[in-house]
């Protein structure tokens, strides 16, 4: 048998329709070609657990809830993708998923979210400066301390010079990059309880 459609029990063709039904909306974020070949994967687990079982519900058992171990896979597909794309979008829909796959999801896709929160601002401030010398830079304080930001609200003198306009612009592609390489080569796997 090559297809859990050709099943003759009835109750089992329904079984494996509602699990394959839940499989097919774990995988909605995947392109159609990569989630097709995971989805005939599955297939062929269920028919041999089928075949080993002699029962649907007990095979569906034994490989468990589709959520539960599709969310990871998902989300570290998306993440490869991200990772060589480079692409903002697939580097929102990665953070997405990531941050949905439990609670180690959720700290990566925070901590580099944070990074990329930093690269966006950089860039920004260095387009700010080179559009508006005044408007933003690397300010020294009257108290002595060092300011990078936006604008002199706080009394402080601009020692930044029309140079961190490249330098900030730079460093936040730079950035960028860096993290989304790493987020692309990241991996969160569930342990197996025992």
Known sequence: MTSWTELTD????????AYFAKVDRALAA????????????????????????????????????????????VADKL????????SPVD????LARSAG??????????LIGLGYVVAALAIV?????????????VYRLPNGRIFIGFGETLGGADISGIWFSPLAIAAGALLYLALTWAFGRATLRKVAKR
């Open 101 to 110: 796959a439990g609670i180690a999801g959720l700290a990566l896709s925070t």
């Open 91 to 94: 580097v929102a829909a990665a």
């Open 125 to 137: 401030i260095g387009l700010t400066k080179l559009f508006d010398p005044d408007g933003a830079g």
């Open 30 to 73: 995947l392109p159609r070609a990569e989630a097709e070949e995971i989805k005939r994967e599955l297939e062929q687990h269920a028919l041999d657990a089928v075949s080993e079982a002699g029962d649907a519900q007990a095979a569906l058992a034994q490989l468990g809830d589709p959520d539960d171990f599709l969310a990871d896979l």
């Open 10 to 17: 009835a109750n089992a063709r329904a079984a494996l329709a």
């Open 79 to 86: 993440r490869a993708r991200a990772g060589r794309t480079f």
